[in-house]
Structure formats: structure tokens, C-alpha cells
């Protein structure tokens, strides 16, 4: 179903390590580690960069709900469940992203029900226990996707919601990534699967079309799929210093409009059995 991605394929130990380095999102701090400003300047950058994720998370709506997030990162996103009022359980393969929540929590003395290391290819929660799963940029870079995207359903309440987010392989940031790395670098035989699995993120990183997620989706217990792109900051080449390659970004996000787009946004309800 989905192109060669790389030689061998890489083992969670090495999905881990690299996150363990790189909290999601720490990147763009300025700020010492773990100050209430690192922790704001995270917040209002990620924000500005990625408004889409209010009206796509809608936390506001799950005071009271038993919500779980999937790969919690630096803990941004999973502040909001928190401020919402929402009993709010995450998991990450990384400790050091568990680390980055809980002291975030802490800071605005705030809790969550339960926040540990886990694997999303097995969550360690009863079936059917969740109002709303929700994971940001995280399933794609599991070995095992389907089997992660499986585990969030299994633990979705009949009813209940899942919101996740992967990268779309048919985009603007999959095409600059396979012309850079592969056609300009001599070796454009290799395919837009091997470049991102490379040269994005950690070692085996995935992307989906439209159609690829939404088959995902059609083979577990869920029905409402929506499945939609949407142009990213990374489509726009926001934060590049050169006016020449933002104006060609430019160029192909207005040629290929959302459909283009880097994030892929799942939504999908759980069905009643």
C-alpha cells in the first residue's frame, strides 16, 4: 500500500532517543529550560504557527470529560485539557515529555488524572474508557501506525471521539523535502516515502494521503470519518529568511490550496456495538 521507506526499519529504542533530545515544539524556546517564560514562549509560538489546533481540538468543549492525548510532547496542548476543566490523561513514549507536563502542570498548579510514559501502539487503559482521544503529530512517527490508530479507538467509548493529526504525504512540505534531500542531493529514484522517513523528524517518520487515512479509519469500529488537509507553516516556509523560496512556497500553496497541505486532520466517532 505504501512506498519503501528505508532499508531497515527503526525500533521504538531509537523513536525514543531522538524525542528524549528533542521535545516537540522546545525547539523555537529561547528562554533556560523549564521557566515559566520557556514554557509561555513555547505556548504563544506554537499558537501563532498552528491556530487550526483550537478549533480542531476544541478544548473548551470537555470540561468534565475523560480525555486522553497521545504523545503529549512538551505538554502544551495538554495544559489546555487541564485548563479546560477536562480530566485529562496523556501518555508519551518519552520521558522527557512527561517531564516537560508535569512540571508545565505544576507551574500553573494544575493536575491531570494520570500523565505517564506509554506506548501508542499499546495503551495500557481499559477499552472503551474515553470520551476523546486526541493526538497531534505523534502516530505517524510509530512503527506500527494502523496498530496505534487501532489501540485509540479500542479505548474510545462507544460514542466517543477521536481527533488525531498525521502528515500527508501528497503536500507541499512532502514534495520540498524529496526535491532537496533526494533530486538535488543526486538520487531521485528514492520516493517521497524514503524522504520523509529520513530526513523528517525521527528515523522512519510516515506520511498518508486522503485516501490512505481515510481507509485507515474504514477498517475499525468508526463512523463520521472526516478526513481533511491544511496548508502549514512548513507549506508556507513561514519561518525562512529567503524571500526566493517563500515566494516559490507561496506559489504552490495558491496552486494547490489546502489540499496541499502538510497536516491531515482525522476526525472520527466511535460506534455503539
Given at each position: ?173 512532502a514534495l520540498m523535502v524529496w526535491l532537496r534531500r533526494c533530486v538535488l542531493a543526486g538520487r ?9 522517513a529520513n530526513y523528517v523528524e525521527s528515523p522512519g517518520t510516515k506520511a498518508y494521503t486522503r ?63
Amino acid at each position: 500500500m505504501f512506498s519503501k521507506k528505508s532499508d531497515i526499519p527503526p525500533g521504538k529504542n531509537n523513536i525514543e532517543a531522538w524525542w528524549d533530545c528533542r521535545t516537540c515544539g522546545t525547539q523555537f524556546a529561547q528562554s533556560s529550560k523549564y521557566t515559566p517564560s520557556y514554557f509561555n514562549e513555547i505556548e504563544s509560538i506554537r499558537y501563532a504557527l498552528e491556530p487550526y489546533i483550537h478549533s480542531f481540538a476544541q478544548f473548551t468543549r470537555y470540561h468534565g470529560k475523560k480525555v486522553l492525548e497521545v504523545g503529549v510532547g512538551a505538554g502544551t496542548d495538554f495544559l489546555q485539557w487541564a485548563r479546560a476543566g477536562a480530566l485529562a490523561y496523556g501518555i508519551d513514549l518519552a520521558q522527557e515529555s512527561i517531564e516537560h507536563a508535569r512540571i508545565r502542570l505544576e507551574q500553573e498548579k494544575l493536575r491531570a488524572v494520570e500523565l505517564r510514559k506509554g506506548d501508542a501502539e499499546a495503551i495500557d487503559f481499559p477499552s472503551d474508557f474515553f470520551d476523546l482521544v486526541y493526538s497531534w503529530g505523534v502516530i505517524h512517527h510509530s512503527p506500527d501506525t494502523p496498530k496505534a490508530l487501532g489501540e485509540i479507538v479500542r479505548v474510545t467509548k462507544p460514542g466517543g471521539e477521536i481527533r488525531v493529526m498525521i502528515y500527508n504525504r501528497h503536500s507541499i512540505t512532502a514534495l520540498m523535502v524529496w526535491l532537496r534531500r533526494c533530486v538535488l542531493a543526486g538520487r531521485p529514484w528514492h520516493s517521497l516515502s524514503y524522504a520523509i522517513a529520513n530526513y523528517v523528524e525521527s528515523p522512519g517518520t510516515k506520511a498518508y494521503t486522503r485516501r490512505e487515512a481515510i481507509s485507515l479509519l474504514a477498517s475499525l469500529p468508526v463512523d463520521e470519518i472526516d478526513v481533511q488537509s491544511i496548508l502549514t507553516w512548513c507549506d508556507m516556509a513561514t519561518n525562512s529568511r529567503s524571500r526566493l523560496l517563500k515566494a516559490f512556497h507561496r506559489m504552490l500553496c495558491r496552486i494547490g490550496g489546502n489540499r496541499a497541505g502538510w497536516f491531515l486532520l482525522l476526525k472520527a466517532k466511535k460506534k455503539h456495538t
